[in-house]
Protein backbone atom coordinates (compact mmCIF):
# COMPACT_ATOMS: atom_id res chain seq x y z
CA UNK A 1 0.00 0.00 0.00
CA UNK A 2 1.18 3.64 -0.59
CA UNK A 3 1.45 6.12 1.50
CA UNK A 4 2.86 9.45 1.42
CA UNK A 5 3.62 11.23 4.72
CA UNK A 6 4.65 15.08 4.00
CA UNK A 7 6.83 17.30 6.94
CA UNK A 8 8.28 20.50 7.18
CA UNK A 9 5.67 22.68 7.35
CA UNK A 10 5.05 25.82 10.19
CA UNK A 11 5.25 29.24 10.57
CA UNK A 12 6.97 31.65 9.08
CA UNK A 13 7.36 35.10 8.52
CA UNK A 14 7.19 36.66 4.76
CA UNK A 15 10.56 36.16 2.97
CA UNK A 16 11.63 33.68 5.13
CA UNK A 17 12.30 29.90 4.07
CA UNK A 18 10.77 26.47 4.22
CA UNK A 19 11.75 23.32 3.00
CA UNK A 20 9.09 20.36 2.83
CA UNK A 21 9.36 17.23 2.52
CA UNK A 22 7.43 13.74 1.26
CA UNK A 23 8.38 10.31 2.65
CA UNK A 24 7.08 7.84 0.15
CA UNK A 25 6.45 3.91 1.13
CA UNK A 26 5.21 0.86 -0.26
CA UNK A 27 7.02 1.50 -4.03
CA UNK A 28 10.01 2.60 -4.80
CA UNK A 29 9.88 6.51 -6.14
CA UNK A 30 10.97 4.46 -9.46
CA UNK A 31 7.38 3.58 -10.11
CA UNK A 32 5.72 6.69 -10.59
CA UNK A 33 5.44 8.24 -13.16
CA UNK A 34 5.23 12.00 -11.85
CA UNK A 35 5.45 13.40 -8.02
CA UNK A 36 4.22 16.95 -7.61
CA UNK A 37 2.89 19.38 -5.10
CA UNK A 38 -0.08 20.94 -4.78
CA UNK A 39 -1.63 23.07 -1.80
CA UNK A 40 -5.12 24.61 -0.90
CA UNK A 41 -5.59 27.88 0.70
CA UNK A 42 -8.87 28.31 2.60
CA UNK A 43 -12.24 28.74 0.51
CA UNK A 44 -9.86 27.86 -2.17
CA UNK A 45 -9.58 25.04 -4.50
CA UNK A 46 -6.41 22.98 -4.89
CA UNK A 47 -3.77 24.21 -7.14
CA UNK A 48 -0.82 22.84 -8.44
CA UNK A 49 2.15 23.80 -7.16
CA UNK A 50 5.05 21.96 -8.87
CA UNK A 51 6.12 18.73 -10.39
CA UNK A 52 8.72 16.57 -11.49
CA UNK A 53 8.43 13.76 -13.84
CA UNK A 54 10.40 9.95 -13.50
CA UNK A 55 12.72 11.46 -16.39
CA UNK A 56 13.23 14.67 -13.82
CA UNK A 57 11.06 17.10 -15.99
CA UNK A 58 9.62 20.46 -13.32
CA UNK A 59 6.97 22.42 -14.02
CA UNK A 60 5.78 25.13 -11.85
CA UNK A 61 3.14 26.91 -11.05
CA UNK A 62 3.28 30.74 -12.47
CA UNK A 63 3.23 32.04 -8.65
CA UNK A 64 6.04 29.94 -7.29
CA UNK A 65 8.64 30.38 -10.66
CA UNK A 66 12.40 30.98 -9.21
CA UNK A 67 11.06 30.64 -5.47
CA UNK A 68 9.98 27.26 -5.12
CA UNK A 69 12.35 23.94 -6.21
CA UNK A 70 11.21 20.50 -6.34
CA UNK A 71 13.25 18.09 -6.36
CA UNK A 72 13.78 13.82 -5.28
CA UNK A 73 16.31 11.58 -3.61
CA UNK A 74 15.59 8.24 -5.34
CA UNK A 75 17.83 6.46 -2.89
CA UNK A 76 15.64 7.59 0.07
CA UNK A 77 12.20 7.46 -2.19
CA UNK A 78 12.05 11.41 -0.86
CA UNK A 79 10.31 14.59 -2.68
CA UNK A 80 10.89 17.66 -1.07
CA UNK A 81 10.02 21.25 -2.06
CA UNK A 82 12.10 24.20 -1.06
CA UNK A 83 10.63 26.89 -1.10
CA UNK A 84 12.59 30.56 -0.54
CA UNK A 85 11.05 34.61 -0.28
CA UNK A 86 7.70 32.95 0.64
CA UNK A 87 4.77 35.25 1.01
CA UNK A 88 1.45 35.50 2.98
CA UNK A 89 -0.24 33.97 -0.12
CA UNK A 90 2.03 31.09 0.15
CA UNK A 91 -0.30 30.20 2.94
CA UNK A 92 -2.04 27.37 2.68
CA UNK A 93 -2.01 23.16 3.18
CA UNK A 94 0.14 21.90 1.42
CA UNK A 95 -0.08 18.18 -0.40
CA UNK A 96 2.50 15.98 -1.64
CA UNK A 97 1.18 13.08 -4.67
CA UNK A 98 2.49 10.91 -7.21
CA UNK A 99 0.86 9.44 -9.83
CA UNK A 100 1.61 5.94 -11.84
CA UNK A 101 0.32 3.54 -14.12
CA UNK A 102 -1.52 4.16 -17.79
CA UNK A 103 -2.63 7.59 -17.87
CA UNK A 104 -1.69 8.25 -14.50
CA UNK A 105 -4.20 6.11 -13.29
CA UNK A 106 -3.13 5.33 -9.94
CA UNK A 107 -3.10 8.57 -7.83
CA UNK A 108 -1.82 8.99 -4.18
CA UNK A 109 -2.08 11.59 -1.73
CA UNK A 110 -0.64 12.67 1.48
CA UNK A 111 -2.51 14.10 4.42
CA UNK A 112 -0.98 17.51 4.21
CA UNK A 113 0.80 19.96 5.90
CA UNK A 114 0.15 23.54 6.85
CA UNK A 115 2.56 26.46 5.97
CA UNK A 116 1.62 29.59 7.14
CA UNK A 117 3.23 32.85 5.98
CA UNK A 118 3.58 36.09 8.45
CA UNK A 119 3.02 39.34 6.66
Known amino acids: QVQLVESGGGLVQAGGSLRLSCAIS?????????MGWYRQAPEKQRELVAT???????NYADSVKGRFTISRDNAKNMVYLQMNSLKPEDTAVYYC????????????WGQGTQVTVSS
Open 52 to 58: ITSGGTT
Open 97 to 108: NTKRGPWNYYDY
Open 26 to 34: GRSILSFNV
